[in-house]
């Protein structure tokens, strides 16, 4: 091999002689320089005029049983089983930078597996310009070369996992390369596959023979039926797209066949993880408070740069985004914020989207408290007619508050609302007010309130024990003021004649004098507070004083004796018309009964009284000057007549002749009439009412005068 020659040396692996240095299971391979690849049977480089020289790498021999474990320039024989040196495995974080972006591993052709004797060439690009690149195998450590790039060829089918690492940057994922021998292959991106990525599947012939009649299978389910095409296309991965595919077709050699792949298998990682959904703060917030909800998901450090979208979900209805921000503030919460809150993840295009798992909120109103009671006039105080307003008031609770008004005494509310008014206060308004706040959850009085309504005084007036204002000098005397309505206290004021004498409700002026005379007055005062002042003026009383006057006591006792001596007069005067009365009496008793028959006669030893002659009628008495005698049933008469009150006697007159019902006159038989000879009228007596149309005594009896 002379220097600069381009190309892949091979060796015998059973044709070099050993060198020194070379353990008894292994033989030399020739320079120095040479490195020895963990799981590889052989290497061979040759410079290159590249300012990196480009490492060629063959894979030849085949996996064995035999330990060998190699050492640099020196190989395994064949029939043994190549082993790793001892080197320590590193992890990702102690292979690369604290937080550093991983470096990026490439394969050209981007196709797992290749056939064999196919040439594979992988690149490791970091943050920087191309510079000494470590290369890792099945996770350990195998070369630095000073090339960020390297051509691998393999002559035994196998898979091995590759990483790199540039300086500045981290550790690259790990990309699996395959080797087959087989007649048909399934070939898929030699990359790692995230979430959202499409994925070409191809169906690839040894040495490109013709295939037709191609079917892919997603594990060992058809994905679309037999297709003149080589290709199929999964436009956007998702996690469940993970799994081992193969593909079968006709191939076309020198006589067509139907061939089926190997399994292959898929891995497709996260683009960022699920979200999760944050609440900053109790779980259960007061309404009114101020709430932040924050969607926490981790992207895929393959891809930093990819742009996330956030959205937030109440009761699956969207409250906040499409955002770029992965939080949504909530400044004040109310009980329509209660609900099971949840947020998505999702790419720009929303290829991929993820859901968090729901949140229960629950908005907890706040409790009822700090409940007052302020008065309009302050304090509550006011004269009767004024005009009142009660407003009630809370320090803390969340709504919708409601109020209601109560006073001591009352069973029912006096009202409702954050106010009670009161346009003409009265004194049976007066008492102790107190509100009620609640929210329906939780309620609270307020501290009572005492309202006193007070009536201002009227009505003034000054009363004495005398009935005139006149008093006599030497007499005691006292002035009382009292007044109608008012509002205790109230103070009392004593005038005379216009200036202030005394103050409080009763005047003594003891044993008055000329010195007391004059007009008095009373004035009553109650206030309100310290700046209402009512007042009642009574009405003006002229008190005048009297001085004795001599010989008072004699006039006095004449007087009493006059008034005696006219009371015994009237007293006789009154006696000797009653005697004279009865006397009367008895005298007409006793006339009726001596002219009437019916009556009975005067038992023996009694005295008839004396009666007025009869041709002297008495002054009063009734006669009767014309009696008309008829005759009744069962033949007795009756008889009604004229009766006029008589108070001297009638002039001398001839009776006429009765004549009485069903009898005529006698006539002479010429018809004139014929005098009959005379004869004594029957008489009848009957009882006629007497004057006033009242029934006489017993004893009055009339009878027909002849």
Not at 51 to 65: I, K, N, T
Not at 379 to 387: H, I, K, L, N, Y
Not at 394 to 423: C, D, I, M, N
């Amino acid at each position: 091999m002379g220097t600069g020659a381009v190309g892949l040396t091979e060796v015998s692996p059973c044709s070099a002689p050993a060198r020194g240095g070379c353990s008894a299971q292994t033989q030399c391979v020739g320079g120095s320089d040479a490195a020895v690849s963990p799981g590889l049977s052989q290497l061979s480089w040759e410079p290159s005029p590249h300012p990196f020289p480009r490492v060629l790498v063959s894979l030849q021999g085949q996996l064995g049983d035999s330990p060998c474990t190699p050492s640099p320039g020196c190989w395994c024989p064949c029939g043994s089983s190549p082993h790793p040196a001892p080197l320590p495995f590193l992890p990702a974080q102690a292979l690369g930078l604290t937080g550093a972006q991983p470096s990026q591993l490439t394969l050209d052709p981007p196709w797992t597996p290749v056939f064999l004797a196919e040439k594979v060439t992988l690149t490791c690009q970091g943050s920087g310009a191309p510079s000494p690149t470590d290369w890792y195998v099945d996770e350990q450590f195998w070369q630095q070369a000073r090339s960020n790039h390297i051509h691998i060829t393999r002559h035994l089918p196998g898979s091995y996992s590759f990483q790199c690492r540039s300086p500045g940057a981290g550790l690259s994922p790990s990309i699996t390369l395959g080797f087959s021998n087989d007649w048909l292959a399934l070939q898929v991106p030699a990359r790692v596959l995230l979430e959202g990525d499409a994925l070409p599947l191809r169906c690839r012939a040894w040495k490109d023979a013709r295939v037709t009649q191609v079917q892919f299978f997603h594990e060992r389910e058809d994905l679309g039926g037999l297709s003149q095409g080589t290709e199929l296309l999964l436009p956007s991965l998702q996690l469940h797209h993970s799994g081992h595919y193969h593909c079968q077709a006709t191939v076309h050699h020198v006589f067509p066949r139907w061939e089926k792949s190997a399994l292959v298998m898929v891995a497709v990682q996260e683009l960022f993880t699920v979200p999760v959904l944050r609440l900053e703060g109790p779980a259960e917030p007061r309404e009114g408070t101020p709430v932040a909800l924050g969607c926490l998901s981790h992207l895929s450090p393959l891809r930093p740069l990819t742009r996330l979208q956030h959205l937030f979900y109440q009761d699956d209805m969207v409250v906040g985004g499409p955002q770029g921000s992965p939080q949504l503030q909530l400044p004040a919460v109310g009980l329509s914020h209660s609900g099971n809150y949840s947020c998505e993840v999702r790419t720009e295009t929303a290829s991929v989207r993820k859901r968090s798992t729901p949140v229960t909120v629950t908005v907890r109103r706040v409790p009822v408290s700090g409940v007052s009671l302020v008065a309009q006039p302050p304090g509550g105080q006011v004269a009767e007619g004024d005009r009142l307003v009660l407003s009630c008031s809370v320090a803390e609770g969340t709504g919708p508050l409601s109020f209601s008004w109560h006073r001591q005494g009352s069973a029912v509310p006096l009202a409702t609302g954050p106010y009670y008014k009161l346009r003409a206060v009265r004194h049976q308004d007066s008492g102790r007010y107190h509100c009620t706040a609640t929210n329906g959850g939780t309620a609270a009085d307020s501290p009572p309130l005492w309202v006193t309504v007070l009536v201002p005084v009227a009505g003034a007036t000054i009363t004495m024990a005398r009935m005139e204002p006149v008093v006599p000098a030497g007499e005691n005397l006292n002035l009382s003021c009292s007044v109608r309505v008012g509002t205790a206290p109230v103070t009392f004021t004593w005038l005379r004649d216009g200036q202030e004498l005394d103050s409080g409700p009763v005047l003594s002026l003891g044993t008055v004098g000329p010195a007391h005379a004059g007009t008095y007055q009373c004035l009553a005062t109650n206030r309100l507070g310290t700046h209402r002042i009512f007042r009642a003026r009574s009405l003006a009383l002229a008190l005048s004083v009297t001085q004795p006057r001599q010989g008072g006591q004699q006039q006095g006792t004449a007087m009493a004796v006059g008034l005696s001596v006219s009371l015994l007069l009237l007293l006789v005067l009154t006696a000797a018309m009653g005697w004279y009365l009865r006397r009367r009496c008895r005298a007409a008793a006793g006339k009726s009964r001596s002219r009437d028959p019916t009556i009975p006669p005067e038992p023996e030893g009694r005295q008839p009284e004396p009666t007025a002659p009869r041709g002297e009628p008495e002054d009063g008495e009734v006669l009767y000057t014309h009696v008309v005698v008829t005759e009744r049933d069962g033949g007795e008469y009756g008889g009604w007549g004229t009766r006029h009150p008589r108070v001297s006697p009638p002039p001398a007159r001839v009776p006429e002749p009765v004549s009485l019902p069903g009898t005529s006159p006698s006539r002479s038989p010429r018809g004139s009439p014929r005098s009959a000879p005379p004869r004594e009228p029957p008489v009848t007596y009957a009882v006629l009412p007497g004057p006033h149309a009242r029934l006489r005594l017993p004893s009055d009896t009339y009878e027909n005068v002849p």
